[in-house]
């Protein structure tokens, strides 16, 4: 496997009555989540612990001290520099002793060659209950968004799939007479590569629904 890394983004959310939650991260952007959450509403299928998306917008869901953001960060862990009182023998940790009295700059020099022999690689693997089954430089949020709004044309609406061409095309060009539009309209409804491209996103659509009820996004396999 090729290590890659990873930013976690922290955040610290309130609970209802004010108070504040541990620091947490997440591996993932909070727009992923945002598009797993629309997949879930839109299929009504998802894991029981999600709660009942019917009650919620996004917002509200990632806040609820039950849901959102609880299914998705990280363990809570302490931080990575801290003043102790009681020194304890745990893996990947040290513990110097500093003469506070000390000159700043050496002590700075020294901590950093410190580090540099010592440091090992971060653990980046994700600890979370629910996690995207792709590292986020390769989700393609727009293309699922394109796919979820195909699935919901064709599948629920049940519109054709040239009227699914139709609702993509950009507003007509100022240089376009109407009579051109409409001959580019129809001639893109009736593209054959156009209406092949449609049918495949269905089927992807199918395939991210069929992960999303069993927790897991966007498609394919872990």
Same mark, same amino acid.
């Given at each position: ?97 500093? #003469?506070?009295?000390?000159?700043? =700059? ?5 901590? $950093?060659? !410190?580090? +540099?022999? &010592? *440091?090992? /690689?971060? #653990?980046?693997?994700?600890?979370? =209950? ?5 590292? $986020?430089? !390769?989700? +393609?949020? &727009? *293309?699922? /968004? ?77």
């Amino acid at each position: 496997m090729v290590w890659m890394r990873r930013t976690i983004f922290t955040y610290r959310l309130k609970n209802p009555d004010g108070s504040l939650r541990d620091a947490r991260g997440l591996y993932w952007k909070k727009e992923t989540y945002r598009e797993w959450f629309e997949w879930a509403k839109m299929s009504g299928k998802y894991p029981n612990d999600w709660g009942n998306l019917d009650l919620y917008e996004f917002d509200d869901w990632w806040k609820h001290p039950n849901y959102g953001f609880e299914l998705f960060c990280e363990p809570s862990k302490p931080e990575p520099l801290e003043v102790v009182s009681n020194i304890t023998n745990q893996k990947n940790y040290a513990y110097l002793q500093v #003469d506070l009295t000390a000159d700043e =700059k050496k002590l700075e020099r020294m901590f $950093q060659n !410190f580090i +540099k022999k &010592n *440091s090992k /690689k971060p #653990d980046v693997k994700s600890y979370a =209950k629910y996690q995207p089954i792709r590292h $986020q430089q !390769f989700l +393609k949020l &727009n *293309s699922y /968004k394109r796919y979820r709004r195909t699935y919901v044309m064709r599948e629920i609406e049940g519109k054709s799939r040239g009227d699914v061409i139709e609702d993509r095309m950009p507003p007509k060009p100022p240089h376009l007479t109407n009579k051109e539009w409409k001959e580019k309209i129809h001639a893109d409804r009736n593209d054959l590569d156009f209406l092949r491209s449609v049918s495949r996103e269905v089927r992807k659509a199918k395939l991210i629904i069929k992960n999303v009820e069993k927790g897991r996004f966007p498609y394919g396999k872990p």
